[in-house]
Protein backbone atom coordinates (compact mmCIF):
# COMPACT_ATOMS: atom_id res chain seq x y z
CA UNK A 1 0.00 0.00 0.00
CA UNK A 2 1.83 2.95 -0.79
CA UNK A 3 1.27 6.73 0.80
CA UNK A 4 0.16 9.56 -1.34
CA UNK A 5 1.52 13.50 -0.99
CA UNK A 6 -2.70 14.93 -1.08
CA UNK A 7 -0.90 18.57 -1.55
CA UNK A 8 0.81 16.92 -4.55
CA UNK A 9 -2.12 15.26 -6.01
CA UNK A 10 -4.35 18.80 -5.47
CA UNK A 11 -1.00 20.76 -7.30
CA UNK A 12 -1.48 18.42 -10.39
CA UNK A 13 -5.28 18.08 -10.27
CA UNK A 14 -5.22 21.92 -10.32
CA UNK A 15 -2.68 22.28 -13.06
CA UNK A 16 -3.84 19.86 -14.99
CA UNK A 17 -7.33 21.79 -15.48
CA UNK A 18 -5.80 25.14 -16.15
CA UNK A 19 -4.22 23.18 -19.01
CA UNK A 20 -5.57 21.63 -22.19
CA UNK A 21 -7.77 18.09 -20.57
CA UNK A 22 -4.87 14.98 -20.99
CA UNK A 23 -6.28 11.47 -19.89
CA UNK A 24 -3.71 11.54 -15.98
CA UNK A 25 -3.99 7.88 -14.11
CA UNK A 26 -6.08 7.36 -11.26
CA UNK A 27 -3.33 7.63 -8.90
CA UNK A 28 -2.82 10.94 -9.23
CA UNK A 29 -6.32 12.23 -9.06
CA UNK A 30 -7.60 12.62 -5.21
CA UNK A 31 -9.83 10.00 -4.37
CA UNK A 32 -13.09 11.11 -3.57
CA UNK A 33 -14.29 14.51 -5.24
CA UNK A 34 -17.79 15.81 -5.49
CA UNK A 35 -18.75 18.07 -8.16
CA UNK A 36 -16.19 19.12 -10.94
CA UNK A 37 -12.41 19.70 -10.66
CA UNK A 38 -11.43 22.85 -8.97
CA UNK A 39 -14.89 23.18 -7.24
CA UNK A 40 -14.16 24.00 -3.43
CA UNK A 41 -14.44 20.97 -1.01
CA UNK A 42 -15.22 20.82 2.69
CA UNK A 43 -11.97 21.14 4.44
CA UNK A 44 -13.60 17.90 6.55
CA UNK A 45 -13.87 15.98 3.76
CA UNK A 46 -10.41 16.63 2.94
CA UNK A 47 -9.10 16.05 6.09
CA UNK A 48 -11.18 12.49 6.52
CA UNK A 49 -9.95 11.39 3.02
CA UNK A 50 -6.11 12.34 4.34
CA UNK A 51 -6.40 10.55 7.74
CA UNK A 52 -7.80 7.48 5.60
CA UNK A 53 -5.55 7.39 2.94
CA UNK A 54 -2.35 7.77 5.56
CA UNK A 55 -3.97 5.09 8.23
CA UNK A 56 -3.54 7.64 10.88
CA UNK A 57 -6.52 6.56 12.96
CA UNK A 58 -5.11 4.72 15.64
CA UNK A 59 -2.49 7.64 16.20
CA UNK A 60 -5.30 10.20 16.62
CA UNK A 61 -7.66 7.55 18.31
CA UNK A 62 -4.37 7.80 20.61
CA UNK A 63 -4.26 11.44 20.65
CA UNK A 64 -7.72 11.55 22.29
CA UNK A 65 -7.21 9.22 24.82
CA UNK A 66 -4.76 11.33 26.44
CA UNK A 67 -7.34 14.84 25.93
CA UNK A 68 -10.19 12.98 26.99
CA UNK A 69 -8.57 11.06 29.77
CA UNK A 70 -10.82 12.28 32.77
CA UNK A 71 -14.64 11.59 30.80
CA UNK A 72 -12.85 8.27 30.09
CA UNK A 73 -11.68 6.91 33.14
CA UNK A 74 -13.83 9.86 35.43
CA UNK A 75 -12.63 12.85 37.53
CA UNK A 76 -11.31 10.86 40.75
CA UNK A 77 -9.01 8.57 38.74
CA UNK A 78 -7.90 11.50 36.49
CA UNK A 79 -6.83 13.77 39.46
CA UNK A 80 -4.31 11.06 40.78
CA UNK A 81 -3.74 9.46 37.36
CA UNK A 82 -1.71 10.61 34.27
CA UNK A 83 -1.27 9.06 31.00
CA UNK A 84 2.53 9.38 29.99
CA UNK A 85 3.14 6.86 26.64
CA UNK A 86 1.82 4.46 24.56
CA UNK A 87 4.22 2.12 23.17
CA UNK A 88 4.01 -1.29 21.75
CA UNK A 89 0.09 -1.69 23.13
CA UNK A 90 1.54 -0.83 26.69
CA UNK A 91 -0.04 2.16 28.67
CA UNK A 92 2.03 3.91 30.56
CA UNK A 93 0.11 5.49 33.94
CA UNK A 94 2.06 7.69 36.15
CA UNK A 95 -0.08 7.89 39.56
CA UNK A 96 0.01 10.64 42.41
CA UNK A 97 1.69 8.44 44.82
CA UNK A 98 2.04 4.89 45.09
CA UNK A 99 -1.04 3.92 47.16
CA UNK A 100 -2.79 5.18 44.15
CA UNK A 101 -0.50 3.37 41.78
CA UNK A 102 -1.45 -0.05 43.73
CA UNK A 103 -5.21 0.85 43.77
CA UNK A 104 -4.80 1.36 39.69
CA UNK A 105 -3.09 -1.93 39.37
CA UNK A 106 -5.97 -4.13 41.20
CA UNK A 107 -8.28 -2.31 39.41
CA UNK A 108 -6.02 -2.27 35.79
CA UNK A 109 -8.59 -4.86 33.88
CA UNK A 110 -11.63 -2.40 34.39
CA UNK A 111 -9.88 0.38 33.70
CA UNK A 112 -8.26 -1.73 30.22
CA UNK A 113 -12.01 -2.59 29.63
CA UNK A 114 -12.80 1.28 30.05
CA UNK A 115 -10.05 2.79 28.10
CA UNK A 116 -11.21 -0.15 25.22
CA UNK A 117 -15.11 1.01 24.98
CA UNK A 118 -14.94 4.72 25.09
CA UNK A 119 -11.73 5.56 23.36
CA UNK A 120 -12.46 3.31 20.03
CA UNK A 121 -9.46 2.86 17.99
CA UNK A 122 -6.64 2.79 20.43
CA UNK A 123 -4.37 -0.19 20.44
CA UNK A 124 -3.62 -0.32 24.53
CA UNK A 125 -3.64 -4.63 25.35
CA UNK A 126 -1.46 -3.90 28.56
CA UNK A 127 -1.57 -1.18 31.51
CA UNK A 128 1.80 -0.17 33.37
CA UNK A 129 1.15 1.91 36.59
CA UNK A 130 4.04 3.96 37.85
CA UNK A 131 4.57 5.97 40.94
CA UNK A 132 5.47 9.82 41.52
CA UNK A 133 9.58 10.53 41.07
CA UNK A 134 11.37 11.28 44.55
CA UNK A 135 13.27 14.18 44.99
CA UNK A 136 16.57 14.27 43.44
CA UNK A 137 19.19 15.30 46.20
CA UNK A 138 21.79 16.13 42.87
CA UNK A 139 22.06 19.94 43.23
CA UNK A 140 24.97 21.47 40.62
CA UNK A 141 27.26 19.73 37.98
CA UNK A 142 29.68 18.83 41.11
CA UNK A 143 27.98 15.90 42.89
CA UNK A 144 29.89 12.90 44.59
CA UNK A 145 28.90 9.58 43.66
CA UNK A 146 26.98 7.32 45.71
CA UNK A 147 26.59 10.14 48.07
CA UNK A 148 22.99 10.88 49.99
CA UNK A 149 22.99 14.15 49.88
CA UNK A 150 22.46 16.92 52.48
CA UNK A 151 21.79 14.00 54.73
CA UNK A 152 25.06 12.59 54.19
CA UNK A 153 26.35 14.84 57.50
CA UNK A 154 27.74 12.02 60.15
CA UNK A 155 30.91 10.77 58.12
Known amino acids: ?15 NTSMKKTSKPASLIPSIQSGKT ?10 SNLIADRDWDSGLAEGNLFVHWKKI ?11 ISILDGTLTIQSSSTAWATQLQLMSNDLLMMIQKDAAGVLVENIVFIGPHGPSWKKGIRTIRNARGPRDTYG
Not at 73 to 83: F, L, N, S
Open 73 to 83: VGDEIAQHATP
Open 38 to 47: GDPELISGVL
Open 1 to 15: MSKRDLALDLFKSFK
